[in-house]
């Protein structure tokens, strides 16, 4: 597979959280935009591709909001693949900057969240919830992660205070990124534990808060952004691959598994040089299934290897060995602003890696590996991502 030498990251932002808004999609996206591109010092007539990624653009697409935007691509593509949205971006514009159909592209995502407009996208999100779920009372994601965390404890002998940990770890970092929407709160294992059920197994601190908000990113070439003195990352390694192990009665892997030596081959190290990780984190039970799949540990270790493993940013809790993990927070202590989530983690990755990340920044941060999980369609999400990036200096 061709590398993606000469493609620069840069710019990134988050924007606008809010538990609700009376804002659209639109607005969280061109906010998005707009901020980018004064932090970046280019124009709209500058941007010549857009990737957008959106649950509720209603009547809108992409191409509706070049107009909104006063854009004029001559790329364009709309992923609604939820938490694997940012990565395929990231490979998609790559691609296009690599083959010249496009200099510029800005690759956003975003949501509004009306007052229970998360009921209805659950309720409208494939006929598979609207024939097969919604009727007989399972719908939602909280019903199918339910079903995979049981199993996941049932084979491998987790234990909810195991998936506490990521939580717990998880909202230590949130304590110290202004944005997250829980931010502000702290979090014990007791407390976790406490929290009241929603779906057997899972608790409330389990599920992620759906939320309004934008992430994005720009992507040019490396001469590109050197020209216009941005900080910039290079892509290592990335790859995806969907409805994976398709004959599994219970997901408990995913798309991972069949690509993630070759992540690690195209990067030129293995896990241990890795300096963050970024999963996909609606439910604590995933973020084990990529520890395990992208070789972090051995699959069913996940609960052993989290208890023995520091997941803070700041390597200050107690366990020898370190890995920041989710370092602004994740969905669980930022909160999930529809398919901006699937961008969360790159966008979180460039801040770390071009020393911009405040007061959650990971010392001498050079690499990252982020990972993408979406579209719970059913029993399972279909959407499997990875990418590996790299600091690289102007």
């Given at each position: 597979?061709k ?5 620069a990251l840069?710019?990134?932002v988050?924007f606008?959280y ?25 124009g709209?007539d500058d941007?010549?591709?857009?990737a ?6 209603g ?9 909104h ?5 001559r790329w364009i593509e709309?992923?609604?693949y ?6 395929l971006?990231?490979r998609?514009?790559a ?6 159909d ?13 007052h229970r407009s998360?009921?209805a ?12 779920s919604?009727?007989y009372?399972g719908?939602?994601?909280n019903?199918?992660?339910a079903?995979?965390?049981?199993r996941?404890?049932?084979?491998f ?9 990521i939580?717990?770890?998880q909202r230590?970092n949130?304590n ?10 702290t ?11 929603i779906a057997?197994?899972?608790?409330l ?9 934008g992430?994005?990113?720009?992507m040019?070439s ?9 900080d910039?990352c290079?892509?290592?390694a990335?790859?995806e691959?969907h409805?994976a192990h398709?004959?599994d009665d219970i997901q408990?892997?995913?798309g991972w598994?069949?690509y993630?030596?070759?992540l690690?081959?195209?990067a ?7 300096d963050?990780?970024?999963?996909y984190?609606d439910?604590?039970?995933i973020s084990m299934?990529?520890m395990?799949?992208l070789?972090?540990c051995?699959k ?5 290897w989290?208890?023995?493993t520091?997941l803070?940013?700041d390597?200050?809790g107690?366990q020898?060995r370190k890995?920041?993990h989710?370092?602004s927070g994740?969905?669980l202590?930022v909160?999930?602003?529809g398919a ?5 983690g790159?966008?979180?990755s460039l801040?770390?890696?071009t020393?911009s990340?405040?007061a959650?920044?990971?010392a001498?941060?050079r690499h ?9 369609n059913y ?6 991502a990875a990418a590996i990036?790299?600091?690289s200096e102007?």
């Amino acid at each position: 597979m061709k590398d993606y030498a000469g493609v620069a990251l840069t710019t990134p932002v988050s924007f606008g959280y809010a538990r609700q808004s009376p804002r659209g999609a639109t607005w969280f996206i061109g906010s998005t935009l707009r901020r980018m591109l004064a932090a970046s010092g280019l124009g709209p007539d500058d941007i010549d591709g857009l990737a957008v990624s959106s649950f509720s653009l209603g009547a809108d697409s992409a191409i509706t909001l070049t107009q909104h935007f006063q854009l004029s691509p001559r790329w364009i593509e709309q992923m609604p693949y939820g938490g694997a949205s940012g990565i395929l971006a990231l490979r998609r514009a790559a691609r296009a900057i690599q083959a010249g159909d496009a200099e510029i592209i800005a690759c956003i995502g975003g949501d509004g969240a009306a007052h229970r407009s998360f009921e209805a996208t659950a309720a409208n999100f494939s006929n598979f919830t609207i024939d097969a779920s919604f009727p007989y009372g399972g719908g939602g994601p909280n019903a199918a992660f339910a079903m995979i965390t049981r199993r996941y404890m049932d084979d491998f002998g987790a234990r909810r205070e195991d998936f506490g940990a990521i939580s717990v770890a998880q909202r230590y970092n949130a304590n110290h990124y202004p944005d997250a929407l829980l931010g502000h709160k702290t979090l014990t294992l007791e407390q976790y534990l406490a929290a009241r059920p929603i779906a057997a197994p899972l608790h409330l601190l389990d599920c992620v808060m759906p939320c309004a908000g934008g992430e994005g990113f720009l992507m040019m070439s490396e001469e590109r952004a050197r020209s216009l003195g941005l900080d910039w990352c290079r892509i290592l390694a990335a790859d995806e691959l969907h409805n994976a192990h398709r004959d599994d009665d219970i997901q408990l892997r995913g798309g991972w598994t069949e690509y993630a030596e070759r992540l690690w081959n195209r990067a030129g190290f293995g896990p241990e040089e890795v300096d963050m990780l970024q999963t996909y984190d609606d439910y604590p039970v995933i973020s084990m299934l990529q520890m395990e799949d992208l070789g972090f540990c051995v699959k069913g270790e996940a609960p052993g290897w989290v208890r023995d493993t520091d997941l803070r940013f700041d390597g200050s809790g107690p366990q020898a060995r370190k890995l920041p993990h989710n370092t602004s927070g994740g969905q669980l202590s930022v909160g999930q602003a529809g398919a901006a989530a699937g961008y969360l983690g790159v966008v979180e990755s460039l801040r770390q890696l071009t020393g911009s990340a405040g007061a959650n920044q990971v010392a001498q941060a050079r690499h990252a590996m982020v990972s993408g999980f979406g579209m719970i369609n059913y029993d399972r999400g279909l959407c499997s991502a990875a990418a590996i990036l790299a600091r690289s200096e102007r």
